[in-house]
């Protein structure tokens, strides 16, 4: 009897210890992880409700497709709205492409008229472009004498090589910084 008794209380001891364990280690674990375990059930909880309603709108259309299939009204009607509609794309289609060719046909007939013009013009001892020649008169006419004009210095100036003004590497490239009058002419 007194063994029965020693199971009895030896009995609640190993299931409080257990407890104790379990709630130490859960409380531990919760500690440690709660925050990720919250949202990661959240997580799980929207994952499941987008692909729930996904799954209903799969089978509904499995569903609706079988029932179009058995009725044949409703293929018919859909197989002459997709001809309808094909052919209507294909007319439209085809009213560009003529309109493309008559653009074209106009384009040539364009080119086909500068070339009579240009002929012509070459004919009658004019310039292709249609420009009259100068009289020689003008040609002749006293002017300014080009002997007299002082031909421009080359520049040095490379405007791709940066801004505008005085630039330090081209007076160093010249080398010719010194005098402020060197650094006018630049």
Request: net charge positive; hydrophobic share 35%.
């Amino acid at each position: 009897m007194e063994r029965d008794g020693d199971q009895l209380s030896a009995r609640p001891a190993l299931e409080t210890e257990g407890l104790r364990f379990l709630h130490v280690t859960v409380g531990s674990l919760l500690a440690t992880y709660g925050w990720y375990i919250v949202f990661s059930c959240i997580l799980l909880y929207v994952v499941f409700q987008k692909l729930s309603t996904r799954l209903r709108a799969l089978r509904q259309r499995h569903l609706d497709q079988a029932a179009a299939a058995l009725e044949p009204d409703i293929v018919v009607k859909r197989q002459e709205a997709l001809a309808a509609a094909r052919l209507k794309m294909q007319e439209e289609l085809n009213a560009q492409v003529e309109k493309h060719k008559e653009k074209l046909r106009q384009l040539e007939e364009e080119k086909r008229r500068q070339k009579i013009e240009m002929w012509d013009s070459m004919q009658e001892g004019k310039s292709y472009k249609g420009n009259t020649r100068k009289p020689q008169q003008e040609e002749d006419s006293p002017g300014p004498s080009t002997s007299s004009v002082i031909p421009k210095r080359k520049s040095d100036r490379k405007p791709l090589r940066g801004g505008e003004g005085f630039s330090l590497a081209r007076c160093q490239q010249r080398q010719r910084c010194g005098s402020p009058a060197n650094l006018l002419e630049d």
